[in-house]
């Protein structure tokens, strides 16, 4: 049990005891673990949500789940693939070939930039199927009286591997049955595969149609249905085609507000998380939360991010969890105001494009008579030369 310093605060530890005990290494692998996030509200609403918006899903749709970062968007989406992957083996405990959901980052660790190739590879990884054969295509030739077999030069290699490992893949994910596709920080999928590292920033910036036309391209040929978890820019993207407008459904995963209930659903979160900090606490939990909800802006996700902080330098120092080691995690002035930015651009745009229609009455003389085309006649009327023909005749 971890005391705080107020008589009627306690938090106790909720975890296994046999963490208390552990070295450094493991309480802080314990701690950064997402499934720790509990007693989060809107990561539960987010969960169903999407849940719900892929029963029944038509072919060719896809989900986008859409929030700022730190709000807990890859946590969700984990947590919503184990969730689909238990119930089906609770339903279909003898299947076995089955593999219900896969989660998948786009990022790419170590890399500057986004390579279909490595994408499709873990893909395949993840629904246990054999790399297709990476040679090219092979041409016959008679030289005298030999045959020679030689690579066929149209084919670049890099293009036909990356095909047939995409190929290879969609066929996997159908033979697996494969209900869900969950790409989390999918705007990494824009990133371009730039050879000069000193190109790198001008490729990597392109245009809005570019990046729909490779939303597309991923959504039209997927087996299954695709869920996209990234920021705002990945819903600009999206919108940018009508097709894909029609097709997608947004899922807004936005920060607790500033209003009593608000910070009673972020004070639930914080708590729990505490209830799972590996070390001893020595402070208010209520004045913990409120500078913590200032800090994080209310993103359960960001608060995680700084008690792991506060963890990590508690650990070094062998001290118990006080404000002033609290504090000690908070971010620098400017990463403070970084994620404001951040934070208020995104709410900025959910703002505009969540907006829901006007139904009002429509306003007869607001109506719009659509000009006919200069040349074209309306259903059943001649046209001009044919009209002095039949008088002629």
């Not at 290494?25 to 007693?39: H, P, T």
């Not at 029963?55 to 890859?74: C, E, S, Y």
Request: aromatic share 8%; proline share 7%; net charge positive.
């Amino acid at each position: 049990m971890a005391k705080s310093s107020s008589e009627d605060e306690v938090i106790c530890f909720k975890g296994p005891p046999e963490i208390l005990q552990a070295d450094a290494f493991i309480k802080l692998r314990y701690f950064s673990d997402e499934s720790l996030i509990v007693n989060h509200d809107k990561l539960t609403k987010a969960i169903d949500d999407i849940y719900w918006e892929l029963q029944g899903q038509l072919d060719q749709n896809f989900v986008m789940l859409i929030g700022p970062t730190g709000a807990g968007k890859t946590a969700a989406s984990r947590m919503l693939v184990n969730r689909i992957c238990r119930e089906h083996r609770a339903n279909y405990p003898d299947d076995l070939r089955t593999i219900p959901a896969i989660f998948q980052e786009a990022a790419m660790p170590h890399r500057a930039t986004f390579e279909w190739k490595i994408f499709w590879q873990l893909i395949l990884g993840k629904v246990h199927a054999p790399l297709p054969q990476s040679a090219l295509p092979m041409s016959v030739r008679t030289v005298g009286s030999h045959s020679i077999s030689i690579a066929d030069s149209a084919f670049p290699r890099s293009n036909a591997v990356v095909g047939a490992l995409r190929e290879r893949a969609f066929e996997a994910m159908g033979n697996r049955k494969v209900q869900l596709l969950a790409i989390d920080e999918a705007e990494g999928m824009f990133r371009v595969n730039a050879k000069n590292s000193a190109r790198i920033d001008v490729e990597q910036k392109r245009s809005s149609t570019e990046k729909a036309e490779i939303m597309k391209s991923l959504v039209n040929r997927n087996p299954a249905p695709i869920l996209l978890v990234g920021p705002t820019e990945l819903f600009e993207s999206a919108l940018a085609s009508g097709q894909l407008s029609r097709r997608n459904q947004v899922i807004e995963f936005s920060r607790y507000k500033a209003s009593p209930e608000g910070i009673g659903s972020f004070s639930k979160g914080v708590l729990g998380l505490l209830a799972h900090f590996p070390a001893p606490i020595e402070l208010v939990p209520s004045t913990a939360v409120n500078e913590l909800f200032f800090q994080s802006f209310g993103l359960i996700g960001q608060a995680r991010k700084l008690l792991l902080n506060s963890l990590r330098i508690c650990l070094r120092a062998g001290k118990p969890l006080t404000m002033e080691y609290l504090r000690l995690g908070y971010p620098r002035k400017l990463q403070h105001q970084a994620i404001k930015v951040d934070v208020e651009r995104c709410e900025e745009v959910l703002r505009r494009y969540m907006e829901p229609q006007d139904f009002g009455d429509p306003d007869p003389s607001a109506s719009v008579t659509t000009p006919m085309p200069v040349g074209q006649t309306k259903p059943g009327q001649r046209k001009p030369d044919r009209q002095w023909q039949a008088e002629d005749k």
